[in-house]
């Protein structure tokens, strides 16, 4: 079934890939002013002995030059080990565990409202093109991109507040498995801020793709064959927009990622891009590195992800 | 001598008249080409008219006795938490914001056209160089590459637009990639090669004219994402840096006013979602004027 | 392999009537009261930890696990007589014997403890019985007592000391005991049915940590938390009037400051240094980035020391004329520029204030370039002293000493980033720390203070308030200057 | 005729313009595999002759097109223009050859820059080759093939698709080349001007004494034209000779199923018998049968056109055929 | 006579541009009857496909016919309400298109696309199958149940063309609509299609009309032609009749312009001057006056209809007999 040389290259191209990601935030980091010292101590840092500051050093392993330290965290990441916090000690590969779901869950389910919602309305307005509803949807979708997202998330956590009394629950976060009602009280609001953007693009493609497949030489035999617009609609044009849309909704899946730090911060949700927010300005290299590794990671998975679902939606890619 | 006449009588009819305005027309004939474009150049107004203090208010200016006052006759937009007037500050904001689009946007769309037509035309280890790059840049959070970049140049506008820059600097080059591998393969483009045309010309030329629509749109769609690029970073506290008003900054400033004074919020709100819609109507009116197959019928 | 962070224990949380939350913005950072540096860490562990002594809101010396304590005559030796009964939270019995084992471990070198150089004034310990501790110094120092009412001084149990588990399951013999830790989330503290000063009443005590302060807002307003830690004037100006919550303000010991960097250019003139101070206006600076909310104040903010804000300068601050005239005599009637770094990020007002500022210093031709900097760059340059002026939020004492004494005594640890060499100031903090005696005390902090504002190295603008939003079912809270969390013990 | 000077230097060969010898040229695909485009092909033109090129579509004619026009190199063989190796030119040396040599493509609307005024087009040929670029110059190349100089203020897209197609050819001149390369220069246009072209073509023969190679798939097309005709099939040539022996009396049974399934104008013909009309597809030339590549299709197939690969053997003089079953008996099996 | 089978009366049909509305067909007459091959021929532009397009009802979006009649046995079908009208299409009308590689549904397997159109009519699931099988067989694919289950991409064009043809007379239309459906193909392969077409025309007692711009096709297959030049038909006959005798001069340029068999070599061809006529830009008179040899003054100002002539209805003021030598274009032969 499936083509193993083409999955190999793409694994390979990842690993190359992620490679450099490690390299390059490796790299960044240390450009930045400011170390782990600074970043745990604050101005106390300032009060230090030179002992104490060489041992500190020592202790965080930055008195090493980079390349060293650099090849210790690559060997650690093979183990599974992904370093220590700085500001608490605890090991990262537990921090990204505990984060990692909330995030993945937030993007995810974002990406299906998103989607589902786009996809809805992009046909609608896409099937009748120039028409009333198609103005209005388009509109709609322009004012769903053009809100940033920090204002919409601010709106809604004051509107729910303000009109509802209602917070979302931020204690703990609690997983799907545990609790369903518990974990969308927690997860729903805030994706459905995330979901805005990502459907107005979805909506976009889809309009634009249903309306270009709609002029589509197979329509046209589809047509001919006196199958119902319905019928049209699904088999044919819905099914070949889907390329596109699956394309559109990879790429998009990365900025989600990137969107999660604005929102978990607003809703106050314990995930990676809040983990990663607070270690960048902590100077928490080690908690920086493994989370960018980790979403690297993520983003790269998805790309293999859509990548395969592509070949497996779209018979000409798949393998003979 | 020959055999045959020459063609003298007038050739067919002249569909469109060719030439400078050309692109500027046939934007104008799609309907949300037009809507974008005139909105544009309207905020393009006020914001020279930001740029070069041509107001009634400065926008720097503090007037602690008039803080935080509703729209009025003498403040249209009202003033902020330092009594400065918000129309002032927006339409200089809209420059400010502008100008870290623009300036970002550019960068990216000459380095990533470069990267990305070298990859598509010369392919082979060129491609495969500049490939792993961009996905490399792709694997980023892009708020964490900005992060970075700031971190690390400190704030500003200029840095701000580094940072921009840096993050859609990979979509440039996967946007021009992918037409100059079709059109580096194209006949006219062979039909060079075999008039003995040097690589030089026929890559500025002949490809880069023709991979332009897919980064003409890209640039006005990438000019609204910088925007609102633009204030998230100032949410984050990376910015643009004060009192220099840029949209982002004023908006994200204005959440700890908007309950008692509405207005800090909702004019530069109101004019980021105004910008970002009138370039993506923009991008949309490109889209179509240079989609050739507008051309083929008819 | 560390066992206090099981995130799976805990229950969602917000149903269960007897949790009390606390949101505030950031998370503890270490378990350690010695190490702590970050204030949500000492807000914590200080309501697990004891300490010999404890000050009380108003700045004034009170028991804690010492009921007594006597300063011999030479000021060379105090007394500590402890509290009887007292036990551990793990159920041993607490002894002199902590009390030695805490403060040896402060003093050792190895441990990087916090307190250390407050400390450094004590020879040795000694525990003559289970309940009396004798501290001998090398030099009387006045602000010892305060010193050690802090969480860095926390006393440690001495089993824990010598099995190296401190910092890994926080054990204490404060009010509430430790529960556990979700990094990044909250942290969960119990009741201490056996506390000395009678059993809190609630049961269970969470601190979350939501990032944003609109959130916590919001959150309050939906009544999700009993308490709400706000540090931002803009937030709470939003708070408005609600049923679920009420706004309480405190002013912190904290001040906001311009710091001027007096080693360098024009600012090593102290008349310029004068002049800026003059031309800013401090109640502008608190309207415009507090909206209004604290107190304009002179250096030292401790309650029990409270002098004029402005004595000792020559002019009212705000007399733009009279700034410009010094300047002008100074030599600098054109102004000049000075590179103004600002925090951005943890400290909310910092851009406002220094917006504010930099519009007032224009008007006598100063001009303030901002540079912002985040927490990690800013720090740096701080410390470094890599600027001309630093807009700041320094932490206060309710000892004068332990405020000033690290920046402007010689070899005092920050004396780098204070920007001025002044052996006055050195010789009046030292004079006041070596006598106990309150009234030559008062003198002396007075004069300490003028000294700061004939000097001005920095220009001292305002105390901010610290709010709390109190949900309406809570009763009994009230807020300290320093930030602790006390009367949680005895709220219900 | 005007006696033009030959570029690309001295012409030492005297009369052969285009020699190529057993050339091949393999893609490697990554779905495909290898595609056999070119096998040991050999042909050669004199100078001012046409060679046609006949086959169907994927046999490897634009492979032959771009070989000969240097726009790719082959595997192995060689390929001599004006008797020096364009396969192995560089540099200078390859500038000077490529003006000798020039290529007017299939789709004229895709061979010319949608952005670029005809007139530009031309003036930057003659340009970037530093020969006189005026407007006059760019006037006369219009004329040439017809069309009057204010052709030059057009854009492609304004022009029909015979008069693109001019261009394409006029473009093909500006640089004075001795051999023009047409790869199924009429395919694309309309019944009713492909007269135009061939006619334009005919008479640039004759007037400038080009030589040609003419590609097609249309064996009507190329025996009006062609001196020579080569068939192609799968990569390889089957049939090689003279214009009126391979398309009026052909031999190869493909190119006698070409001849029959081209349909004629003329409605009082009868359709071709059953037996003569090939059947299947043409197979793919990543994977070429054995033996002789048309055995499948191939109405006369025996056994050994299933093992054995028929050679490209002499039939009568300037006649060349690879075929077991039609040869002459007396040749045996051939090989 | 009774009613042809498919029979289309002065249809005209406009379509939306940006400059205003184009008419594109400009009064188009045709008919053809049962087990009959009716040629379209014209050049590129002239309104071929719109031609096929308006009679199936399958006009782009912004297209429409504005006037005239589509008969279908004596029912007009213009005016049928759309949900009347898609059961005549695929039922009643089968149409191939010219493009096989892209009249296909990329992402659906052969069979289905079979099927569907049947099932649309009411077939049921079985007997669709069972139709399927037996009608890609008839089109002389090999092995049509393993067959069904392949994708387009996984046939050479040639394949795709039949399972195209296939679709197209599943349901058993009594008209088949084929617009250049060998075009994209080569020559060998044309050959077969052409076979297959008059075969299954013979079986299914067919109506066909077959559009394309070759004449050697037509010569081949067709029974009558009808030669569309700027929207109209210019000419009409029987295809023997019109070979014979073409009575329009742009008729009588094309069959020229042809090179033959028995043509001198490398002799120049005649050919018919001037430029194809845009839509845009149609002259008041005759559209081909601009390029005809035959010229008259009239043509100039006054559109002719179809007239009746010997064998033939031409829209051409100029009877054959009064044609100067040359007859048509500028060139001879001579
Ligand atoms: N760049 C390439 N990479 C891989 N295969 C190629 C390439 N170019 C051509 N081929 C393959 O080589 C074979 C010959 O191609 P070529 O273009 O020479 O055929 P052709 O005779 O010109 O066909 P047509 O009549 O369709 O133009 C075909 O099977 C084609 O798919
Ligand atoms: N969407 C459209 N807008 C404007 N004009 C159009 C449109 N679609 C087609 N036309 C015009 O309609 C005319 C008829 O087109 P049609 O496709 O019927 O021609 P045809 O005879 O089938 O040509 P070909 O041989 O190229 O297939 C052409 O002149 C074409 O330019
Ligand atoms: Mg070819
Ligand atoms: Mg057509």
Redesign the interface.
């Known amino acids: 079934m499936l083509n193993w040389r083409w999955l190999g290259s793409r694994l390979l191209g990842a690993l190359i890939t992620l490679l450099g990601v490690t390299v390059v935030v490796f790299v960044v980091l240390r450009t930045i002013p400011g170390n782990a010292i600074t970043a745990s101590l604050g101005i106390e840092s300032g009060t230090l002995t030179p002992a104490q500051r060489a041992s500190l050093e020592h202790f965080y392993g930055i008195d090493r030059p980079w390349f060293a330290q650099l090849w210790a965290w690559i060997s650690g990441v093979a183990h599974g080990d992904l370093g220590l916090s700085l500001t608490n000690g605890k090991s990262v590969t537990s921090l990204v565990a505990s984060s990692l779901p909330v995030t993945v869950e937030l993007a995810v389910l974002s990406a299906l409202i998103g989607t589902a919602l786009g996809v809805v309305l992009g046909v609608l307005a896409g099937s009748r093109p120039g028409r009333a509803s198609d103005s209005l949807t388009q509109g709609a979708s322009l004012v769903g991109l053009a809100i940033p997202e920090f204002v919409l998330g601010t709106a809604v956590v004051t509107l729910l507040a303000e009109a509802f009394h209602y917070f979302p629950d931020t204690g703990t976060f609690v997983p799907l498995t545990s609790s369903v009602s518990g974990n969308m009280s927690q997860i729903l609001y805030p994706s459905l801020v995330l979901a805005v953007a990502f459907a107005a693009n979805v909506m976009r493609t889809t309009r634009s793709e249903y309306v270009e497949m709609a002029e589509a030489d197979y329509v046209r035999t589809a047509r001919g064959k006196g199958l119902s617009p319905g019928r049209v609609r699904t088999s044919h044009i819905l099914r070949n927009a889907t390329i596109p849309i699956v394309t559109l909704t990879g790429i998009q899946f990365g900025y989600l990622l990137g969107g999660t730090v604005i929102i978990e911060q607003i809703f106050a949700l314990p995930g990676m891009g809040r983990l990663l927010f607070t270690a960048i300005s902590n100077r928490d290299y080690p908690v920086v590195q493994g989370t960018v590794l980790v979403i690297a990671v993520l983003f790269v998975l998805v790309n293999l992800l859509v990548d395969l679902l592509y070949r497996m939606i779209d018979p000409r890619t798949r393998a003979a | 001598m020959s055999v045959l006449p020459t063609v003298a009588e007038p050739i067919g009819s002249v569909p469109t008249a060719p030439g400078r305005s050309w692109l500027l027309a046939r934007i104008w004939q799609d309907r949300n080409g037009r809507i974008g474009l005139i909105v544009i150049l309207l905020l393009a107004v006020v914001a020279v008219l930001g740029a070069f203090g041509v107001l009634p208010h400065d926008p720097i200016a503090q007037h602690p006795a008039a803080r935080l006052q509703g729209p009025s006759s003498r403040y249209w937009f009202g003033t902020d938490q330092f009594g400065r007037d918000i129309a002032a500050r927006a339409a200089v904001g809209i420059w400010t914001s502008l100008r870290v689009a623009i300036v970002s946007v550019a960068a990216a769309a000459v380095i990533g056209s470069i990267l990305g037509i070298s990859a598509g035309f010369f392919r082979g280890w060129v491609d495969q160089v500049v490939s792993r790059f961009v996905d490399i840049l792709f694997a980023f959070p892009a708020i964490l590459l900005a992060l970075a970049v700031v971190s690390a140049l400190g704030s500003g506008w200029q840095n701000t637009a580094i940072a921009i820059a840096v993050v859609y600097t990979p979509i440039f080059a996967r946007v021009s990639r992918g037409p100059t591998l079709a059109v580096g393969t194209a006949e006219y483009i062979k039909a060079q090669r075999v008039l003995g045309t040097p690589l030089p010309r026929i890559l500025l030329r002949h490809v880069l004219p023709n991979v332009s629509a897919p980064i003409v749109v890209q640039v006005t769609l990438a000019l609204s994402w910088a925007i609102l690029t633009e204030s998230a970073l100032s949410f984050l506290g990376l910015g643009t840096r004060p009192p220099t008003p840029s949209l982002g900054l004023m908006v994200s400033d204005a959440r700890n006013t908007v309950a008692t004074a509405w207005w800090t919020l909702a004019f530069p709100a109101l004019a980021i979602v105004i910008a970002v819609i009138a370039l993506n109507l923009l991008g949309d009116g490109l889209r179509s004027a240079l989609d050739p197959r507008r051309d083929s019928r008819a | 392999g560390l066992a206090a962070c099981s995130p799976s224990g805990s229950k969602n949380s917000s149903s269960g009537t007897s949790t009390f939350v606390v949101a505030r913005t950031g998370d503890i950072d270490k378990l350690d009261p010695h190490l702590a540096t970050a204030f949500q860490t000492q807000q914590t562990l200080g309501l697990v930890y004891s300490t010999l002594v404890q000050t009380s809101s108003t700045g004034e010396i009170q028991p804690d696990l010492a009921t007594k304590w006597t300063t011999s005559s030479d000021g060379r030796t105090v007394d500590f007589t402890l509290r009887s009964g007292v036990t551990w939270q793990d159920g041993s019995p607490f002894t002199s014997g902590d009390v030695k084992a805490s403060i040896r471990r402060i003093l050792d070198q190895k441990t990087g403890a916090v307190a250390r150089s407050n400390l450094i004034a004590i020879k040795s310990v000694d525990t003559p019985d289970d309940a009396t501790v004798v501290l001998h110094l090398s030099q009387p120092s006045a602000s010892l007592l305060y010193s050690l009412a802090s969480v860095n001084s926390s006393i440690e149990s001495a089993k824990d000391i010598s099995a190296g588990t401190v910092g890994k399951k926080p054990n204490g013999t404060g009010a509430f005991a430790w529960n556990g830790w979700n990094p990044g989330q909250q942290v969960v503290l119990t009741g201490n049915p056996k506390y000395y000063g009678g059993a809190p009443k609630i049961k269970k005590l969470e601190f979350r940590v939501i990032p944003d302060e609109s959130s916590i807002l919001s959150g309050m307003k939906a009544g999700a938390f009993q308490l709400g830690l706000i540090s931002d004037p803009g937030v709470a100006h939003q708070a408005g009037k609600s049923d679920t919550y009420s706004l309480a303000k405190q002013p912190a010991l904290s001040y906001h400051v311009l710091m001027l960097n007096g080693r360098k250019g024009p600012l090593k003139n102290q008349q310029v240094r004068q002049a800026i101070s003059c031309a800013i206006d401090r109640n502008q600076v608190m309207q415009t980035a507090a909206y209004g909310d604290g107190a304009v104040t002179g250096p030292i903010t401790s309650p029990a020391f409270a002098y004029s804000a402005t004595d000792g300068l020559p002019c009212t601050p705000g007399d733009v004329a009279k700034a410009r005239s010094m300047l002008a005599a100074a030599g600098y009637a054109k102004g000049f520029t000075l590179t103004t770094i600002v925090e951005t990020g943890e400290y909310a007002t910092a851009g406002a204030e220094a917006q504010n500022i930099q519009s007032q210093l224009s008007k006598i031709g100063v001009t303030l370039q901002l540079k912002q900097l985040s927490t990690g760059p800013y720090v740096s340059a701080w410390l470094a002293a890599d600027y001309d002026a630093a807009v700041a939020l320094n932490g206060g004492s309710y000892d004068p000493f332990l405020m000033y004494g690290r920046y402007f005594t010689s070899g005092g640890s920050l004396a780098k980033p204070a920007g001025l060499d002044s052996s006055t100031l050195a010789d009046l903090l030292t004079q006041g720390n070596a006598t106990s005696d309150s009234g030559k005390r008062q003198e002396t902090f007075r004069n300490l203070q003028k000294e700061l504002l004939v000097e001005s190295p920095w220009v001292w603008t305002f105390r901010s308030d610290d709010y709390y939003l109190v949900g309406s079912g809570v009763h009994g809270f009230t807020p300290r200057p320093d930030e602790l969390l006390r009367s949680l013990t005895s709220v219900s | 005729m005007p006696d033009r000077p030959m570029p690309g230097g001295e012409d030492s060969s005297g009369e052969i313009a285009i020699e190529v010898r057993d050339v091949v040229k393999h893609y490697r695909t990554p779905g495909r595999g290898e595609v056999h485009a070119l096998d040991q092909v050999s042909v050669s033109v004199g100078r001012g002759q046409v060679l046609g090129v006949v086959g169907?579509?994927g046999c490897g004619k634009s492979t032959l097109a771009?070989l000969l026009?240097?726009?790719e190199r082959p595997d192995s063989g060689s390929v001599e223009i004006l008797g020096r190796r364009i396969d192995r030119a560089r540099g200078r040396e390859l500038?000077e050859l490529?003006?000798g040599i020039?290529?007017v493509?299939?789709?004229p609307y895709?061979?010319?820059?949608?952005?670029?005024?005809i007139g530009a087009a031309l003036a930057?040929?003659l340009t970037?080759?530093r020969l006189p670029s005026g407007t006059e110059r760019v006037g006369e190349l219009l004329?040439t093939v017809?069309?009057?100089a204010?052709?030059a203020g057009?854009?492609p897209?304004?022009?029909?698709?015979?008069?693109r197609q001019r261009i394409?050819i006029a473009?093909?001149l500006?640089?004075q080349p001795r051999i023009l390369v047409l790869d199924e220069p009429v395919s694309a246009l309309?019944?009713?001007?492909?007269?135009?072209i061939?006619?334009?073509l005919?008479?640039l023969r004759g007037?400038l004494g080009l030589a040609f190679v003419f590609i097609s798939?249309?064996?009507?097309?190329v025996?009006?034209?062609a001196d020579q005709i080569a068939v192609m099939y799968l990569g390889k040539i089957v049939e090689y000779g003279p214009?009126?022996v391979v398309?009026?009396t052909p031999t190869h049974p493909y190119t006698r199923?070409?001849q029959?399934?081209?349909?004629?104008?003329?409605?009082?013909?009868d359709?071709?018998p059953a037996d003569l009309?090939?059947?299947g597809?043409?197979p793919d030339a990543a994977d070429p049968p054995s033996g002789c590549r048309f055995h499948p299709?191939c109405p006369l197939a025996e056994d050994r056109c299933r093992t054995a690969e028929p050679l490209m053997l002499p039939e009568s003089g300037r006649h060349r055929l690879a075929c077991h079953v039609m040869r002459s008996e007396a040749d045996g099996t051939g090989g | 006579m009774s009613e042809p089978m498919l029979a289309v009366r002065g249809l005209h049909t406009s379509i939306r541009t940006p400059s205003g509305p184009l008419e594109i067909l400009r009064g188009v007459d045709l008919e053809v009857d049962r087990g009959e091959t009716l040629a379209v021929v014209g050049e590129s532009g002239s309104g071929k496909s719109f031609t096929a397009l308006s009679i199936a009802g399958l006009l782009p979006t912004g297209a429409a016919v504005t006037s005239g009649q589509v008969l279908l046995e004596g029912r007009d079908l213009v005016a049928l309400r759309e949900a009347e009208r898609r059961t005549v299409r695929g039922a009643e009308i089968g149409m191939v298109y010219q493009d096989p590689m892209t009249s296909l549904n990329p992402m659906m397997r052969i069979g289905k696309q079979v099927t569907e159109g049947l099932k649309a009519h009411g077939w049921s699931k079985e007997e669709a199958r069972d139709r399927a099988v037996t009608v890609l067989g008839e089109v002389g694919l090999p092995s049509p149940r393993a067959l069904m289950r392949l994708y387009p991409h996984q046939l050479s064009g040639g394949m795709r063309q039949r399972v195209l043809i296939a679709c197209a007379i599943a349901p058993r239309p009594k008209v088949l609509i084929a617009d250049e459906p060998t075009t994209a193909l080569d020559v060998t392969i044309q050959q077969q299609i052409l076979r297959l077409v008059s075969r299954l025309r013979d079986e299914y007692g067919l109506a066909v009309v077959w559009i394309t711009h070759d004449l050697g096709v037509v010569a081949r297959i067709a029974d009558r032609v009808a030669v569309v030049y700027a929207g109209r038909v210019t000419e009409l006959a029987r295809t023997r009749e019109l070979f014979a005798a073409p009575h329009h001069p742009y008729t009588d340029g094309l069959l020229r312009s042809l090179p033959t068999p028995g043509d001198p070599h490398q002799a120049p061809l005649p050919q018919i001057g001037g430029n194809p006529v845009a839509l845009s830009a149609l002259p008041p008179g005759c559209p081909f006056a601009p390029r005809c040899a035959q010229r008259q003054d009239r043509c100039d100002t006054e559109e002719p209809p179809l007239i009746d002539r010997t064998g033939s209805r031409a829209a051409c003021w100029v009877p054959r007999e009064e044609w100067r030598a040359p007859s048509a274009g500028v060139t001879t032969r001579a």
């Open positions: 169907e579509s771009r026009t240097r726009l500038r490529r003006r020039q290529l493509f299939q789709d895709a061979s010319l820059d949608p952005r670029q005024r930057e040929v970037v080759h004329e017809g069309l009057p204010s052709t057009r854009y897209h304004q022009l029909s698709g015979g008069q394409g473009r093909a500006a640089v309309d019944v009713s001007v492909r007269a135009e061939i006619n334009l005919a008479r007037e798939h249309d064996l009507g097309m025996r009006h034209l214009w009126d398309s009026d199923a070409l029959t399934a081209v349909p004629i104008a003329d409605p009082g013909l359709a071709p009309v090939v059947t597809e043409v299709r």
